[in-house]
């Protein structure tokens, strides 16, 4: 029975320790779908998200890289929380330009429906899956 207990609390606090790493994760995954929302930021037609932004940390192409955005975002703007700024970038690019850095990001709109060949649009649930996707980063 002692062992019972030493084991199942061991098993309770490792649980935890890797509960409490996760938080991100967690955080990004009810807000949307990562899987899907990676599929979003690498349409070619749609978003074009990649054509201008990195995921491995590289800034060639003219914008910040992804690559540590989950960190980064909330700490840009005071009091505002990493998903409601990634939020504010998508649809509103110019509330905040980042330093050093052009206001080039073309503001991309919410619908109800997506129409074949229109880019730049967004339907809400994609949006939450693009956010989350970006909190994996
Ligand atoms: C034409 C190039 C271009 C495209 C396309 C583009 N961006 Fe950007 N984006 C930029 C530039 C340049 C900045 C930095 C200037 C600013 O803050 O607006 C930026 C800033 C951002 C930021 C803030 C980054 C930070 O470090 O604070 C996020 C988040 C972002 N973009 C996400 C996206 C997503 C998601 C898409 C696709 C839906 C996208 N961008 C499409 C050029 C682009």
């Given at each position: 029975?002692?062992?019972?207990?030493?084991?199942?609390?061991?098993?309770?606090?490792?649980?935890?320790?890797?509960?409490?790493?996760?938080?991100?994760?967690?955080?990004?995954?009810?807000?949307?779908?990562?899987?899907?929302?990676?599929?979003?930021?690498?349409?070619?037609?749609?978003?074009?998200?990649?054509?201008?932004?990195?995921?491995?940390?590289?800034?060639?192409?003219?914008?910040?890289?992804?690559?540590?955005?989950?960190?980064?975002?909330g700490?840009?703007?005071?009091?505002?929380?990493?998903?409601d700024?990634l939020?504010?970038?998508?649809?509103?690019?110019?509330?905040?330009?980042?330093?050093?850095?052009?206001?080039?990001?073309?503001?991309?709109?919410?619908?109800?429906?997506?129409?074949?060949?229109?880019?730049?649009?967004?339907?809400?649930?994609?949006?939450?899956?693009?956010?989350?996707?970006?909190?994996?980063?």
């Amino acid at each position: 029975m002692k062992n019972f207990l030493w084991i199942s609390s061991a098993i309770f606090i490792l649980f935890t320790i890797a509960a409490c790493n996760n938080t991100a994760t967690i955080e990004s995954q009810s807000i949307g779908d990562p899987e899907l929302g990676r599929e979003i930021f690498q349409d070619r037609y749609r978003t074009r998200c990649e054509g201008c932004h990195s995921l491995d940390g590289s800034e060639a192409r003219g914008a910040p890289t992804m690559l540590g955005i989950s960190e980064t975002a909330g700490s840009r703007v005071p009091e505002m929380s990493a998903s409601d700024y990634l939020q504010q970038s998508i649809l509103d690019p110019s509330a905040y330009i980042v330093e050093g850095y052009e206001k080039q990001m073309p503001p991309y709109k919410v619908v109800k429906e997506v129409e074949v060949g229109q880019t730049g649009i967004l339907t809400q649930e994609e949006l939450n899956n693009l956010i989350a996707f970006l909190l994996t980063q």
